[in-house]
């Protein structure tokens, strides 16, 4: 069974990076063609999808969130990580990481961590 748990700190302040761990269990995350994704929900709204990073180190960033945000994962240690430069309010909601086959595949879709709470402060 894949796990996914998603770690990093709750709060931030305007302006800072925020880092987010992605933790797999059950599976390497270099042994398939999985989709190992960032996702994340403001309040209120939509899932909006951020980006991926596949078994080889193949990385995708949505187009509004590239100059801000990165991906890249740890092998030996079966993580993957988003980091978020500049964060603002707007920022803030949940974010989840998952393992998917396809891009965008849908919250039913793959495996998903819990959803982790990130609130940026002014």
């Known amino acids: 069974q894949v796990q996914l748990q998603e770690s990093g700190p709750g709060l931030v302040k305007s302006s800072q990076t925020l880092s987010l761990t992605c933790t797999v269990s059950?599976?390497?995350?270099?042994?398939?063609?999985?989709?190992w994704s960032w996702i994340r929900q403001p309040p209120g709204k939509d899932l909006e999808w951020i980006g991926y990073?596949?078994?080889?180190?193949?990385?995708y960033v949505k187009p509004h969130l590239e100059s801000r945000a990165s991906i890249s994962m740890d092998a030996i240690k079966n993580q993957f990580t988003l980091q978020l430069r500049s964060v603002a309010p707007e920022d803030t909601g949940v974010y989840y990481c998952?393992?998917?086959?396809?891009?965008?595949?849908?919250?039913?879709?793959?495996?998903w961590g819990q959803g982790t709470q990130v609130t940026v402060s002014s």
């Open positions: 059950g599976l390497s995350i270099t042994s398939n063609s999985l989709f």
């Open positions: 990073i596949t078994r080889v180190g193949s990385t």
């Open positions: 998952a393992g998917t086959p396809t891009w965008e595949a849908g919250p039913s879709v793959g495996s």
